[in-house]
């Protein structure tokens, strides 16, 4: 038989090659680097970024009213970012990345909450800040996640997994009842809920208990024994001096500055142990860009005081207690405002909060 024509040929191979520049100039072009993604506080006072416009306006209103809701009752701050690509990273690096470069949380709390969607992707991550992770430990987040946001993302329904996602956070953080299946292992609780948004929320906030009692609560929540996941043992917890050999050298060094507790649960008939992670409230230490540890200090000198002519500058020294992480910069002090503004109008920002590192990730 007699073969094409070689114009045929050459006509076939040159749609070939146009085919696949347009499938790389599609990616290149999907692909948003965290710099170009729009701070919303900044961009119009609003809580979402929907970059591929996946979400249907109305959707995105709704979620602007919930989380200003939220973070009215709670203070907890809350950013939905949708992005067409990760830009090559992974979901759980590029989450990290945005939560901090934005400082989703505030700053004395580090309560922030960033739910981000990859829709070229197709992962969703829920990035927790340091201060939320007691009520929102990695399993919590992942049941969340399996409960009401994948099951309707594999339907098509976008929309109303976004958004049921974000209302069962809000209910979590807002210490409400949030219907969930038994967690998995990670989360090591005990079936019967007296921590969570039943009866004992609703008794806390009938009755002025005061910091002291919240205080007990929250001691006895942490001492109480627990189970063993695997074969429902009850389990030992390690004094201060045993853990240490449970633990890496990060981690000690969190313990040595006093900015995080760990406790460390083994399992006397089966060996099955876990870590547990306790940021403490008041600590002059952040997270380290360098190493992630919650072991870098900030030292700020006022160099000019700032007016309400004009702004002010001061040196920042920010130092790393585990690694070698040291950076000096000079940081400009915002004039002060002769009038008070509000919070919930466009050109402000987030807290300056810091992500903990933990949270979930998922597939669809």
Not at 68 to 94: C, F, P, Q
Not at 265 to 291: E, N, S
Not at 301 to 328: I, M, P
Request: charged fraction near 25%; include cysteine.
């Amino acid at each position: 038989m007699v073969g094409a024509p070689r114009s045929s040929r050459t006509r076939a191979g040159l749609w070939a090659t146009l085919g696949v520049l347009v499938v790389l100039a599609c990616g290149v072009a999907g692909a948003e680097p965290i710099s170009s993604i729009p701070n919303p506080r900044v961009r119009d006072g609003t809580w979402v970024t929907d970059v591929p416009r996946a979400l249907r306006p109305d959707t995105v209103a709704k979620l602007n009213a919930l989380i200003s809701d939220m973070e009215k009752k709670t203070t907890v701050e809350a950013a939905v970012v949708v992005v067409g690509s990760l830009d090559g990273m992974s979901i759980e690096e590029y989450a990290v990345k945005l939560f901090e470069l934005w400082g989703i949380g505030k700053a004395d709390g580090d309560n922030g909450l960033l739910l981000i969607w990859s829709t070229g992707d197709r992962r969703v991550r829920v990035e927790v800040g340091y201060g939320l992770e007691g009520d929102l430990p990695d399993g919590k987040v992942g049941v969340i996640l399996d409960t009401y946001v994948i099951p309707r993302f594999k339907a098509g329904q976008f929309d109303e997994g976004v958004l049921a996602g974000v209302e069962a956070l809000a209910r979590v953080v807002g210490h409400q009842p949030v219907a969930l299946p038994s967690p998995r292992s990670e989360a090591y609780e005990q079936e019967r809920d007296w921590t969570g948004g039943g009866w004992i929320w609703r008794l806390l906030g009938a009755i002025p208990l005061g910091i002291g009692s919240l205080v007990g609560f929250r001691r006895w929540r942490r001492n109480r024994r627990r189970r063993c996941p695997q074969c429902r043992t009850r389990m030992h917890r390690l004094t201060e001096a045993e853990d240490d050999a449970r633990l890496d050298e990060g981690q000690r060094a969190e313990e040595r500055v006093r900015s995080v507790d760990y406790d460390v649960w083994v399992c006397p008939a089966c060996a099955h142990h876990f870590t547990l992670r306790y940021p403490r409230w008041v600590t002059g230490y952040d997270k380290c860009p360098q190493c992630h540890n919650r072991t870098k200090s900030s030292k700020e000198t006022v160099l000019e005081r700032a007016t309400s002519h004009g702004e002010g500058k001061a040196r920042v020294v920010e130092q790393c207690a585990f690694c070698t992480y040291t950076v000096e910069h000079v940081k400009v002090l915002p004039r002060i405002e002769s009038s008070s503004g509000s919070s919930s109008g466009g050109g402000s920002s987030f807290g300056g909060g810091s992500s903990g590192g933990g949270g979930a990730s998922r597939g669809y």
